[in-house]
């Protein structure tokens, strides 16, 4: 059975940093991609990044770009999302999933997913 732990979730004021982290277990993680969604009241789920089964690709959203970084290590089978300069419409439940094949970027190309994780920004 797969299963996605995510951590690292909470409430900071604007400009903050914060760091999730995703650990995966029940597949081989290294051979996946994985990505970061997140999902804002009343919005749709969407893609923040990805990254391939290396973790030597990536993708991010175009409102993230340039402040979030996805990492990967595969000896710990664990991802992580750093999240910088945290603005108001941050604030959404974010999502790991482990992708189907060796990169992902539509919630279709995802197999798995954790529980989710809060993070609120303030103003």
């Known amino acids: 059975q797969v299963q996605l732990v995510e951590s690292g979730g909470g409430l900071v004021q604007a400009g903050a940093s914060l760091k999730l982290s995703c650990v995966v277990s029940?597949?081989?993680?290294?051979?996946?991609?994985m990505g970061w969604f997140r999902q804002a009241p009343g919005k749709e789920r969407g893609l923040v990044a990805s990254i391939n089964f290396s973790g030597g690709a990536t993708k991010y959203a175009e409102s993230v770009e340039g402040r979030f970084t996805i990492s990967r290590d595969n000896a710990k089978s664990t991802v992580y999302l750093h999240m910088s300069s945290l603005q108001p419409e941050d604030t959404a439940v974010y999502y790991c999933?482990?992708?189907?094949?060796?990169?992902?970027?539509?919630?279709?190309?995802?197999?798995?997913w954790g529980q989710g994780t809060q993070v609120t920004v303030s103003s």
């Open positions: 029940g597949r081989a993680f290294s051979k996946y991609g």
């Open positions: 999933a482990a992708g189907r094949t060796s990169w992902g970027f539509r919630e279709s190309e995802f197999a798995h």
